[in-house]
């Protein structure tokens, strides 16, 4: 699977809003992947195998995808690893800045109307467009 298909991404959206739900109602835990991530940094106590366990299936799922189907990797980097660093600088900064990340507030604030995810989200969304416009258009990139 290396071409998007809407019927991909509308399975791979139900699979993520399905998951969400579950954890939601079984944990009554948001899967929000940065609050989840920052807790394992600073972890408290007896809540630290929970995040292990679903970090781990993120790793997990990832490296078996490609193995299961036979296809290749399906990350194919088009920048250096330079600019990849210092994007992952700004999204780690941003998240911090937003109090979470596109899963916790786009999915799962969303899924709950959160009016503050909705503006975190927006927000997400246009700087994503902006980078985007400035990269390809602008940079030439």
Do not use: N
């Not at 809003?17 to 106590?45: D, E, H, W």
Request: glycine share 20%; charged share 5%.
């Amino acid at each position: 699977m290396t071409e998007f298909t809407p019927v991909s991404g509308l399975i791979g959206g139900l699979m993520i809003g399905l998951s969400s739900v579950l954890m939601l109602l079984g944990m009554g835990r948001i899967a929000g992947i940065s609050g989840i991530y920052s807790g394992l940094l600073t972890p408290a106590k007896g809540d630290l195998g929970w995040r292990i366990m679903f970090m781990g299936g993120l790793i997990l799922g990832g490296v078996t995808w490609p193995l299961l189907t036979g296809s290749p990797f399906p990350v194919d980097l088009q920048v250096s690893w330079p600019i990849m660093l210092f994007a992952g600088f700004l999204v780690g900064f941003g998240t911090r800045l937003g109090s979470g990340c596109t899963s916790g507030h786009g999915v799962c604030g969303i899924g709950r109307l959160a009016p503050r995810s909705m503006i975190a989200t927006l927000t997400f969304m246009t700087a994503a467009g902006m980078t985007t416009f400035v990269m390809r258009h602008l940079l030439g990139g």
